[in-house]
């Protein structure tokens, strides 16, 4: 291959096209990431499931098995996004959960103040910015009702995420709350109350990252800086601002 300066072009031969081509499948074609994934909800309610859990916490693998069944259920990211947040409160126990962030137990506890608790505990499910202890007598999970609350759509390229969502009523303006992640993870955990197992993960938040969205037209709109990492999956939500209580949700998996 040669630079031609009188045309200012590369001069190539049929052989290096032939690489060029196979190269340039290679990279826009076989080895797509989340650079052009659209996450979109319809205009009814889709619940954001969120479970408070620890390492530490002996009673917290079985909520955790039961969370992971969402990978394989119809109603993921359609009906309902699973979060599962990893608090710190029992690292000072023997072991210390590399998932954990006091941020996660700021957020426990913000929620237990809303509700007029008195503590924090594990394993807690919040639904819809509302504690559900169903799980704990068998319940079924209370999502897929035909309230409209309106559409959130969320394209991802390169590193950031174009966010729209047109509410179904009200004009009170809103943020959007993302957590990459992690899918299918394991930790060998050598101390602490479940000293001697090994835990599977899934939709575990690796961080929260959360902006305001501007009025535009009708909807309200933003252009967010957004790294992935190694995230397997995303998980995206609307509140109005200063708000814990989801309106809308979305998600997907983006490898």
């Known amino acids: ?51 408070y859990t620890s390492e530490g916490c002996s009673s917290c693998p ?14 993921l990211w359609k009906q309902v996004v699973p ?3 990893h608090v710190d409160y029992w690292d000072n126990l023997g072991w210390k959960d590399r998932f954990a962030k006091h941020s996660y137990t700021e957020r426990q506890q913000s929620y237990t103040s809303a509700w007029d608790g008195s503590s924090v ?48 009523s009200g004009s009170d303006t809103c943020e959007v709350h993302f957590a990459p992640l992690a899918m299918q993870v394991e930790s060998d955990v050598r101390a602490g109350e479940n000293r001697g197992r090994k835990l599977e993960h899934q939709f575990v938040a690796l961080e929260v990252v959360s902006a305001k969205l501007d009025h535009v037209n009708g909807a309200q709109e933003a252009q967010v800086p957004l790294s ?19 309106l809308q949700a979305t998600g997907g998996f983006i490898r």
């Open 83 to 85: 979060v599962a947040f």
């Open 1 to 51: 291959m040669a630079w031609n300066n009188s045309h200012g072009k590369f001069i190539t031969s049929p052989g290096m096209n032939r690489w060029l081509l196979l190269n340039c499948l290679l990279f826009f074609g076989f080895d797509r990431t989340y650079a052009d994934a659209i996450f979109e909800s319809g205009p009814q309610k889709v619940s954001l499931l969120e479970l």
């Open 121 to 168: 505990y594990t394993p807690e499910f919040v639904l819809d910015g509302k504690e559900w202890r169903g799980w704990f007598s068998g319940q079924t999970l209370p999502v897929g009702n035909n309230q409209s609350v309106g559409e959130l759509r969320v394209l991802l390229h390169a590193d950031q995420a174009d966010v729209t969502f047109k509410p179904s």
């Open 228 to 246: 992935l990492g190694d995230a397997k999956g995303l998980a995206v939500w609307v509140t109005r601002q200063g708000s814990l209580t989801p």
């Open 62 to 75: 079985l909520a955790e098995d039961w969370i992971g069944q969402f990978r394989s259920d119809q109603r």
